[in-house]
């Protein structure tokens, strides 16, 4: 298991690793202070799960969020907040974070948090969380995500979606890997009768001229 730690304190960073190698023998978990080092580390393991104080957000906005999930759509990130934001909550979804854990959870906590991520699990605390209709839960992607959607909702291969957003297969397939996981479906017969349910099914109507511009929205 990777993990990267972008954090102001050197003293937290220590001490979660401490604590967490103890709990995890195999996790393989390093420290960052400054995003040259993250983008360092980054790029050698661009699907590690990154822990990032959620401070950093606060200061930053989400620009940081956004230029990890443009440059690595495969990694992960666990959001380590200070106190609870549930505003925060849809705004995440949208920016590849995949867990929030309070700073001062227990070790064992971490250690939970980042084994369900490894798996492939969302781990949002219940109480910030509403239920989505399949509408609601489309809004929750982001504009790449629902573009590579709505396009393999058309029939597109992995190289056409490409060839259409100018990305690799191989960005594509991250991007796909990602939305099976957010929108918790299994292939991608699933995912485009997921974005057919809404107004996606509108879309792709109007896209193949069967459809008046005047209906649409």
């Known amino acids: 298991m990777r993990v990267i730690m972008f954090d102001r304190q050197s003293l937290f960073i220590h001490g979660a690793i401490y604590s967490l190698q ?27 799960i990154v822990m990032i104080d959620g401070e950093l957000i606060r200061d930053n906005g989400v620009a940081l969020l956004e230029e990890i999930m443009d440059r690595f759509p495969t990694a992960r990130v666990v959001l380590v907040l200070t106190k609870k934001e549930r505003r925060w909550v849809e705004q995440m979804f949208q920016r590849n974070v995949v867990a929030i854990v309070p700073r001062n959870a227990n070790p064992e906590r971490f250690s939970a948090v980042l084994d369900s991520v490894s798996r492939g699990m969302v781990c949002f605390p219940g109480e910030w969380l509403k239920q989505h209709s399949s509408q609601d839960e489309l809004s929750l992607l982001s504009e790449r995500q629902r573009e590579v959607l709505k396009l393999l909702a058309a029939g597109e291969s992995n190289k056409e979606i490409g060839r259409n957003l100018n990305i690799s297969a191989a960005t594509v397939k991250a991007h796909l890997e990602t939305l099976f996981r957010r929108l918790d479906v299994k292939n991608r017969t699933q995912a485009a009768m997921y974005y057919t349910r809404g107004d996606g099914l509108k879309d792709l109507l109007w896209q193949r001229g069967l459809c008046p511009k005047t209906e649409k929205g």
């Open 22 to 48: 103890k709990l995890i023998p195999e996790i393989d978990m390093t420290g960052a202070r400054q995003t040259d080092e993250l983008w360092a580390q980054l790029s050698a393991s661009p699907s590690a």
